[in-house]
């Protein structure tokens, strides 16, 4: 069975920065896509970043520029004095293969202005 847990979230101030982590145990596929996901409150989920088992990278308008993904368990780095207000959200670790899709159980990022 395979269980991803976030870690990395917390409270920061706007300007500062974090590190949010992906840890992956059990079974995977090695042909798959890593990513993270975002909730605001009162929104829908939607996509941050992603990243496949060769590197490719896509983000969404919202983080480009700003945040890093890397495979190393899907760690994502957004660069320093970017982060604002507007990316308070619960944060989902995501990785999807051909055939399965697994989602971790979130966590929190508060950026106080």
């Known amino acids: 069975q395979v269980q991803l847990v976030e870690s990395g979230g917390g409270l920061v101030q706007a300007g500062g920065s974090l590190r949010l982590s992906c840890s992956a145990s059990g079974s995977i596929y090695r042909d798959n896509v890593m990513g993270w996901y975002r909730q605001a409150p009162g929104k829908e989920r939607q996509l941050v970043t992603t990243i496949t088992n060769g590197g490719n990278t896509n983000y969404a308008a919202a983080v480009k520029g700003r945040f890093t993904i890397s495979r190393d368990n899907a760690k994502v780095y957004p660069q320093r004095n970017s982060l604002n207000p507007e990316d308070t959200a619960v944060y989902y670790c995501?990785?999807?293969?051909?055939?399965?899709?697994?989602w971790g159980q979130g966590t929190q990022v508060t950026v106080s202005s």
């Open positions: 995501n990785v999807r293969t051909a055939l399965a899709e697994f």
